[in-house]
């Protein structure tokens, strides 16, 4: 079993940012694509992003096109952490966000929120 722990989250003004953390189990990385999404009350689940699994040549990243061009995803192997870099954050922004497992990182992975394993989540609160 995987453990996700998220962190990074807060209370920030529209137009500003946050760079969310996902320490993942050793070695996890080597094997397993992993995604975020959110989930903002009384709202379905949203995709956010996802990046894939260690492997040879450049690694892919998917962005849910409400996040593309503010949004940048990242890993550091060697920390065993997955980065959520988020600039340019709005209110409609504003949810729980969770680091997930994915079978296979890929816009449709994105899309149909195809997540397996996840945190306990970390709040992102935008105001205006």
């Known amino acids: 079993q995987v453990q996700l722990v998220e962190s990074g989250g807060g209370l920030v003004p529209a137009g500003g940012s946050l760079r969310l953390s996902c320490a993942v189990s050793r070695f996890a990385l080597d094997y397993y694509a992993i995604g975020w999404f959110r989930q903002a009350p009384g709202k379905e689940r949203e995709g956010v992003s996802c990046?894939?699994?260690?492997?040879?040549?450049?690694?892919?990243?998917y962005y849910a096109e409400s996040t593309k061009g503010r949004f940048t995803i990242s890993r550091n192997n060697a920390k065993n952490t997955v980065y959520l870099q988020m600039n340019s954050l709005e209110p409609e922004d504003t949810a729980v966000y969770y680091c997930?497992?994915?079978?296979?990182?890929?816009?449709?992975?994105?899309?149909?929120?195809?997540?397996?394993?996840w945190g306990q989540g970390t709040q992102v609160t935008v105001s205006s």
């Open positions: 990046i894939g699994s260690s492997g040879v040549g450049r690694v892919a990243t």
């Open positions: 997930a497992t994915t079978p296979s990182c890929s816009i449709q992975a994105v899309r149909e929120t195809r997540f397996e394993s």
